[in-house]
């Protein structure tokens, strides 16, 4: 296990978030969708030409951008 | 082996603290009573081996949010030695009450006030023996980010656990049944009362989005849906606006006429050659709007939206915006208006303006009727759809243009983050009902001012008395003869420009105003367009009508949403100006070419 950056998963790949370094309102819908840190998350699929992610957390699916994705920090099989 | 409870509110550093108290030695557990995940490590403090559990940030013990009712569920469910909890010392006084809540529960607690430094450099002095007073419970000073403090908050820590005997048992508190009790019956009372729209299963979902969201096929088969809509609205409503123009037609001739005779000239004329021609000429596609409506609460209420946005989130990138933005663009195809105030939803004010800016480019239904009805008189019944098609395709170069040129002035960086539903299956009843809003939105409003616009018309056609009717004396030829320099160039006549000066305040007016000012109705007045206009005209009217400002309340909606005068000028001024400068390059250009 080691950490990664959510964007930087695989499609189909899962892991635990360990750190969400986002900030206020962003933050907060994070959690109001169920990001936590130790909650189990999935990359579903990413949208073409760079496009968002389509990420899974217990049962909500919810889209984001890359570059937001990658405040947060994924524990994954390397 | 002793449990220590990680408690506190979002935002507080409770997992900073966590982390930094336990190293990196975190696993993820399952416990009783609870079916979420939380992340446990074991630590050494003092002699003994403890162990630390994470539980969500929650603002209220007794609470109904998702983390509210696990905290709670895991506290009546595991055995807890102590409880600390992470109060964000910054915002102490907000904090506090939740700090009170946890003491009735009678455990060992101790309070760690993270953020010390940061509450220090705001001015914020704590009288620590009074807390502990208050609070029944040691204090302990942090920067969980800076590791300070972190030496005495674990030597606090160990004395109390030391201090108290292990707990054997989950706490059994009372006042927790109750909220229990309280959630039973809230759940029982909404199977009850309300009915929700049928959430299709997950892997149904899931199937769709496969498809749906193909990283290839996803693109192309969201325009196949959309041109599947417009089949659809145009086959079904083809017949009913033949229908409703048959009706209104012999209504005109059977009952009406017999008015002529008995009625003054002029009130004959006002009532029946301006309120009744304009507002049935309106009124025929009424059932295309209907359906046009029907079809957009469909999509609206089934879940798909949010996927657009995410097939569109690229793009819409690259000009400034986001994916919600060119959603917003389809909602403008019913109304404007709605669709504006739907960038609410966006905080950063650059983004808004830039999305707001766009929108009112969007065909709405209003112009719609308009394309409908001029490329059926001047197209054949093969034309007619592609160059409805062109005028949907010049909405969106419209929009998109404007962004492109505007984006440097209104940047934004607002984090994108939208939750992709479960599709649903709106009830009949659902979509018959918000298709029903809007029609009575539509028909409220066109009705209020398509009579005032008619009534308008036929005064300025029929006024000072006795010139003939819309001619170079009327006040209507007036108004037209001092725009005529203006719009000749782009191939619009005088009384086509009374039209477009009426077009300002609704569209809804424009084809209320053709009827007015040409005295006819139905296919006659199509005849006459098709007679009065070659295509290069229409099409270069058409453009004119797409791309100017939509109405009145689009503008007074801009005004009021964006709180700007400036914008709200710019935003007509750039729109009129685009519009005159793309009729102007299509009119001369096909005449060049020889149409």
């Known amino acids: ?78 | 082996m002793k449990r220590i409870a990680l408690l506190g509110m979002p935002n507080t550093g409770k997992s900073t603290f966590f982390n930094r108290l336990t190293g990196a030695s975190a696993r993820i557990g399952n416990w009783p009573g609870i079916t979420v995940d939380l992340l446990s490590a074991r630590i050494l403090l003092g002699a003994d081996m403890v162990e630390v559990v994470d539980l969500p940030g929650f603002y209220d013990l007794h609470g109904f949010s998702e983390d509210e009712q696990v905290v709670r569920q895991f506290l009546q469910n595991n055995p807890i030695d102590l409880l600390c909890l992470i109060i964000n010392a910054t915002q102490i006084d907000q904090q506090l009450p939740l700090a009170l809540q946890l003491r009735r529960l009678g455990l060992p607690t101790v309070a760690i006030l993270n953020m010390a430094d940061e509450a220090e450099q705001m001015g914020i002095r704590f009288d620590a023996a009074v807390l502990t007073a208050g609070l029944d419970s040691p204090v302990c000073f942090v920067s969980a980010k800076y590791g300070h403090g972190f030496s005495e908050a674990r030597e606090t820590l160990r004395q109390v656990l030391e201090r108290n005997p292990p707990t054997n048992a989950a706490i059994q508190h009372t006042e927790f049944a109750a909220d229990e009790a309280l959630l039973a019956e809230a759940e029982k009372l909404v199977a009850r009362s309300v009915s929700m729209p049928r959430v299709l299963e997950h892997g149904l979902t899931e199937r769709i989005d496969r498809i749906v969201l193909h990283p290839i096929l996803g693109i192309p088969l969201f325009f196949l849906a959309l041109f599947f809509l417009f089949q659809a609205v145009y086959t079904l409503g083809g017949p009913l606006q033949d229908g409703m123009t048959w009706l209104l037609t012999t209504v005109h001739d059977q009952v009406l006429a017999h008015l002529q005779p008995i009625l003054p000239g002029w009130l004959y004329g006002l009532l029946v050659e301006g309120v009744y021609d304009g507002l049935g000429t309106v009124a025929s596609f009424v059932p295309i709007i209907v359906l046009f409506f029907l079809g957009m609460a469909l999509i609206e209420d089934s879940g798909y939206l949010s996927r657009i946005a995410f097939l569109m989130d690229a793009l819409m990138a690259k000009l400034g915006l986001d994916g919600r933005g060119f959603v917003m663009l389809m909602m403008g195809f019913g109304c404007n208006v709605p669709a504006l105030l739907g960038t609410r939803v966006m905080r950063s004010r650059s983004l808004r303006l830039l999305t707001m800016l766009i929108i009112p480019f969007s065909l709405c239904s209003a112009r719609l009727q308009v394309f409908v009805f001029l490329t059926t008189a001047l197209f054949s019944s093969t034309q007619a759809p592609v160059v409805l098609f062109a005028l949907y395709v010049v909405s969106f170069l419209t929009a998109f243009g404007t962004a492109l040129l505007f984006k440097n002035r209104l940047p934004s960086r607002e984090p994108l983050l939208i939750e992709l539903p479960p599709y649903r299956l709106p009830t009949f009843k659902q979509v018959i009902l918000r298709g029903w809003h809007e029609v009575h939105h539509f028909l409220s409003r066109a009705s209020r001012f398509i009579i005032m616009g008619v009534v308008a018309i036929w005064l300025l056609t029929h006024l000072p008395p006795g010139v003939a009717v819309g001619g170079p004396q009327s006040l209507a030829g007036i108004f037209g003869s001092w725009l005529e320099p203006l719009l000749r160039p782009i191939g619009i006549d005088q009384q086509m420009a009374v039209v477009l000066l009426f077009g300002f305040v609704a569209k809804e007016i424009v084809l209320g105003a053709m009827a007015v000012i040409y005295g006819l109705e139905g296919d006659a007045l199509s005849h006459l367009m098709a007679q009065r206009m070659d295509w290069v005209q229409a099409f270069s009217f058409m453009l004119f009508i797409l791309i100017y400002t939509p109405c009145l309340s689009t503008v007074a909606t801009l005004r009021s949403e964006s709180k700007s005068l400036v914008f709200t000028g710019v935003s007509i001024v750039w729109s009129l100006g685009l519009a005159w400068v793309i009729s102007f390059a299509f009119y001369q250009s096909a005449r060049l070419l020889g149409y």
């Open chain 1, 1 to 78: 296990m080691s950490m990664v950056r959510l964007s930087e998963l695989a499609i189909g790949q899962q892991g635990i978030i360990g750190d969400m370094d986002a900030e206020g309102q962003f933050r907060q819908r994070l959690q109001s969708l169920g990001f936590r840190i130790g909650k189990e998350v999935r990359l579903i699929r990413q949208a073409l030409f760079g496009g968002p992610l389509q990420v899974r957390v217990g049962s909500v699916n919810v889209m984001l951008r890359r570059c937001d994705a990658a405040s947060i920090q994924i524990w994954a099989e390397r």
